[in-house]
């Protein structure tokens, strides 16, 4: 049996999941906007988020888990009244996709599963990967042909990066790894050669 890596705190995680057996998980633009209501509601308590894009049947975020006393247990919510013994990240993480899918399902009359059982997770522990990471996910739209450049796709976390209005994403520390924003948009601008972070791009 495969072993998942745990999702430890104050470390930095790419995290994937794709819908189950690779159907869409996302068919409208309300079902994009409900995903990132429910991101903000289960897993910014626990998480400081980088980068994130939403694709029809997978998406891609690039998180840091926070150390046990940055997280402030009033603002934890469960899928229980009944309060945790310990705070785990990665059930914050069940919680999102059993409350999502719950919705999707509601709301498009289906039923059973809708992501994989178990989402990947791979540890992210170089500044350098940390960067090339940012610029994959961000490209993933190119990458699968929905768009030509990565500034026209909606549902990522590209623009709000280069934008001046308020987000809960770590931006000035995005900002400062590439040195600027026009260092930023130059470098997404540029062809990469990912085949040096291949360890740490988990999408199937």
Request: charged residues 25%.
């Amino acid at each position: 049996m495969e072993t998942r890596i745990p999702l430890l705190h104050g470390n930095y995680y790419h995290i994937y999941n794709r819908g189950n057996n690779g159907i869409d998980v996302f068919f409208e633009p309300e079902n994009y906007y409900h995903f990132l209501r429910l991101y903000a509601k289960y897993i910014e308590p626990i998480a400081e988020t980088f980068a994130w894009c939403l694709m029809k049947n997978h998406f891609h975020i690039l998180v840091r888990i926070k150390d046990k006393e940055e997280i402030i247990a009033s603002e934890l919510t469960y899928t229980t009244t009944e309060t945790p013994k310990v705070i785990e990240p990665f059930r914050q993480f069940s919680h999102l996709f059993n409350a999502y899918t719950q919705a999707i399902n509601k709301r498009h009359h289906r039923t059973g599963s809708l992501f994989e059982a178990n989402y990947e997770r791979k540890l992210v522990s170089s500044e350098k990967y940390f960067q090339q990471l940012i610029y994959y996910i961000h490209n993933n739209p190119v990458h699968h042909g929905f768009v030509k450049q990565m500034s026209l796709y909606p549902w990522s976390s590209y623009d709000s990066i280069l934008s001046e209005k308020p987000t809960m994403l770590k931006r000035a520390k995005v900002i400062a790894l590439y040195s600027g924003k026009e260092n930023f948009r130059t470098y997404h601008n540029e062809v990469h050669n990912l085949e040096e972070i291949s360890d740490f791009i988990i999408e199937k």
